[in-house]
């Protein structure tokens, strides 16, 4: 049996979608009725990426929101839509993003906007948080305290060794912390871009997941479009803005 009668599409698109699929050349031949009849419009376009294809799909429905109509984007995977979400925060399009859960969401993105906190100096705790990132124990933190109290240092190779962290570790800590050093001095002359960039390629470094580098990749995307201090953009970032209200983008 050969089910070719839909009910949802207008048959304008439904005749953009039976072009495509006729591409398959092992599809089974059927004939596509949209039960809906004619009265929907299809427009197509190419982009050089996810993120100009988002902004180019944000920009064209906003008028459209403005005008008090219902918009909605669909996609294929729930990673399609992480790009948009990031669009739609930074182009200040509220939204609803309906299923799945958001990159923006995941523990990394709130331990990116923590380090980038501890350094442009608005906060001074959360540092253990960022180095369990980079591959310290819980005993391994604990040593380091002892040592030093509650603000770790800088320390010297054979110390660390001696304190307990083995050899590639120590290395990494010494690493970080001089790097954090340098991402201060950098935010301290406003020079936030180079700062963002350092702590992104950081991070992405010990991310050891795919979701782990799409939550990192995705608050970046926010971050270094959006202007000002660290702490004025991540409390952008941290305002709800996903609610199905009336007026937003689905």
Same mark, same amino acid.
């Given at each position: /049996? ?21 591409? !398959? ?45 219902? *918009? ?21 399009? &509220? ?16 331990? =990116?906007? !923590? ?7 608005? &906060? ?23 040592? =030093? ?27 970080? =912390? ?8 950098? *935010? ?14 950081? /991070? =992405? &470094? ?45």
């Amino acid at each position: /049996m050969v089910l070719g009668s839909n009910y949802r599409c207008r048959a304008e698109i439904l005749a953009a979608a039976d072009r495509l699929i006729r591409n !398959n050349v092992d599809r089974i031949a059927k004939v596509l009725r949209a039960e809906k009849g004619a009265g929907g419009h299809v427009q197509s376009s190419r982009h050089a990426d996810e993120y100009v294809e988002a902004v180019a799909a944000v920009e064209a429905l906003g008028p459209q929101l403005a005008k008090g109509r219902s *918009c909605a984007i669909l996609a294929r995977t729930n990673r399609i839509l992480d790009p948009l979400e990031a669009v739609c925060r930074t182009h200040g399009i &509220k939204y609803y993003r309906a299923s799945g859960p958001s990159a923006l969401s995941r523990p990394e993105g709130a331990l =990116m906007c !923590n380090l980038l906190e501890i350094v442009e100096g608005v &906060k001074d705790t959360g540092l253990d948080a960022v180095l369990a990132h980079l591959g310290l124990t819980a005993q391994q933190l604990r040593a380091l305290h002892v040592d =030093m109290g509650t603000e770790l240092t800088q320390r010297g190779r054979a110390e660390l060794v001696t304190l307990g962290l083995p050899e590639e570790v120590a290395t990494n800590y010494r690493e970080f =912390m001089k790097r954090l050093a340098e991402w201060q001095s950098l *935010c301290e002359r406003k020079f936030h871009s180079l700062t963002l960039s350092g702590v992104t390629e950081w /991070m =992405m &470094k010990y991310a050891k997941k795919d979701a782990v580098a799409r939550a990192i990749q995705a608050t970046d995307d926010v971050l270094s479009r959006l202007n000002g201090s660290f702490a004025e953009r991540i409390k952008l970032l941290r305002q709800t803005n996903n609610e199905p209200t009336p007026g937003r983008l689905f």
